[in-house]
C-alpha cells in the first residue's frame, strides 16, 4: 500500500520523489495538490510497472516515467501537455490519451511497443521522435496538428504503413512503402 511518506512534494503541489512498483498518485499530499512530477533520465524510477496519475495534474515531468516496465497507460483529463521523455523506452501497447491534451513532446513515447495510436483532435503539436521506434501499423489524427519540420518521419519514424487525416474539411490516408508517402485511393 503506498502512503504519504512515500513521495516528496513541493509547496508548489510537485512531486520529486517516489518509491513503489505499482503506483496510485494521490490527488493531493499532505494537503497539497499533486500538480505536475518531475525525473529525469537518472533519476526517474525503474522497474514501474503501473501507474495511475491523478485528475490534479496538468503535464508530466521530463523523463518522468522513462525507463520503466509499463505496458498500459491512461492519461487523464487533466493532463493537457506531455513532456519530453515521458514515458519513453517502456512496453506500451495501448494508449489512451484524452481529448484536453494539447502538446506531445520530443521522445514522449519513444521505443516502446505501440501498434496503433489514435491522435485526437485538441493535440495541437507533436514534437520531433514522440512516437519514433515503436511497432506502428496504423496512425490516425483527427484534427489538424503541428507536426516536426512538416514531415512525418521525425515524429513517428519509418516503421508504418498506414497514415490517416481527419478534420473537419476533409479526409485523407496516405501509404508508406518505405521511401515514399502516395494517397490511398
Known sequence: MISENDFGITENGVIRKYTGKAITIPQEIRGI?????????????????EVTIPNSMTETGYYVFAKNQLAGLVIPKSIMEISENAFSYNRLTAL??????TKIGAYAFQYNQLVNVV?????????????????????????KVSLPRKNLIP???????????????????????????????
Open 96 to 101: 489512451v490519451i484524452q481529448e484536453i491534451v
Open 119 to 143: 491522435i485526437l483532435n485538441s493535440v495541437t503539436k507533436i514534437s520531433i521522435g514522440a512516437f519514433m521506434g515503436n511497432q506502428l501499423n496504423t496512425i490516425t489524427i483527427l484534427g
Open 155 to 185: 515524429a513517428f519514424g519509418r516503421n508504418f504503413e498506414d497514415f490517416h487525416i481527419s478534420n473537419n474539411k476533409r479526409s485523407r490516408t496516405y501509404l508508406f512503402d518505405g521511401k515514399d508517402w502516395s494517397i490511398k485511393e
Open 33 to 49: 495538490a499533486v500538480q505536475l512530477i518531475v525525473g529525469n533520465h537518472s533519476s526517474s524510477l525503474k522497474g514501474l510497472t
